[in-house]
């Protein structure tokens, strides 16, 4: 990898993206299925169709910034970040338990992304290029929000959701849960 | 992977961030060594000493939810963020740039780690082992306050710190920079 500047920096940045994106692009309808909860799979489809419209947007980027074609490159992270959701999409138990390993898997790559866009967005100011800074903060804004959606499944879904029905047969054989404390 | 219950889950979130504290603790010192700025050596020897508490902490948690060995297992997802990494360790070119590229590594394995200790945390909670949430409440401050100064290192950096010198020099060949924009 040769980084001579802040620009080389930023191209470095938005090719992993685009690599990332590309591969949860493939792997979401994976995830859609291996979901037992409604919800969290309106939550994967919905999130699918998102993530298309961020690879145009990373694709409207690398023009903006002057580049023609997009770097060949395999975003290395997001490879690692899907064999664990793969491991979990291949679980077997208890569907409320699955479900809630999925939710876990997909937070850690909402995350990545949110680490992701979060940095190319700062290298994207700091070098004026104003397109490609809106373009990735319109995305980082719908990465936090699926994020966000993830965390009101987890923690309200054992509530008021087919999740819950299933949660609490689960608390009547374990440990008793503080239900008010579901926050990721 | 068998999942019959919320515990399984926890468990496998345990040993997830367990092989992945214990690969970054092997990792850290490579990138410290790695950094130009003096400064963000500093922050990756400091977080390093954190990490090792990480583990420690970990290991608390493994022998509070009734487990007294430490599950097998590879967190890949870190894995991956670290093969990441080290192609910017590797990086040859202007030093400004790789501590920028470091950066944003490093920010994704903090954001990774922030999923990793909220959703443990969040089922931690949901099956009553107080402890351990309060053992994970702990170190995901920690992994907050590392993304915070990293940030601080990125948008400072470049006005008041060694690197800032050599970013300023970047701009003056580059597309005039926003410097009240970097936020990550």
Chains 1, 2 share one sequence.
Do not use: W
Request: charged residues 25%; negative net charge; contains cysteine.
């Amino acid at each position: 990898m040769e980084l001579n500047s802040l620009f080389d920096v930023l191209v470095e940045e938005l090719t992993d993206l685009h690599s990332a994106e590309e591969q949860l692009v493939a792997a979401l309808p994976n995830l859609a299925a291996a979901a037992h909860s409604y919800e969290l799979r309106d939550a994967f489809e919905a999130h699918l169709n998102e993530t298309v419209g961020h690879v145009e947007r990373l694709q409207q980027a690398f023009v903006d910034v002057g580049l023609e074609t997009i770097p060949a490159g395999t975003c290395k992270a997001m490879r690692g970040l899907l064999q664990e959701a793969t491991d979990v999409i291949k679980a077997t138990g208890d569907p409320v338990a699955i479900d809630a390993a999925l939710i876990g898997a997909a937070q850690r790559i909402e995350h990545y992304e949110i680490a992701g866009y979060g940095t190319a967005r700062a290298l994207a100011g700091e070098l004026g290029f104003d397109t490609t800074r809106a373009l990735l903060d319109d995305t980082l804004g719908e990465e936090s929000n699926a994020n966000k959606l993830l965390t009101k499944l987890a923690a309200g879904g054992f509530l008021s959701s087919g999740i819950n029905k299933l949660a609490a047969t689960r608390t009547e054989v374990g440990v008793a849960g503080s239900s008010d404390d579901q926050t990721e």
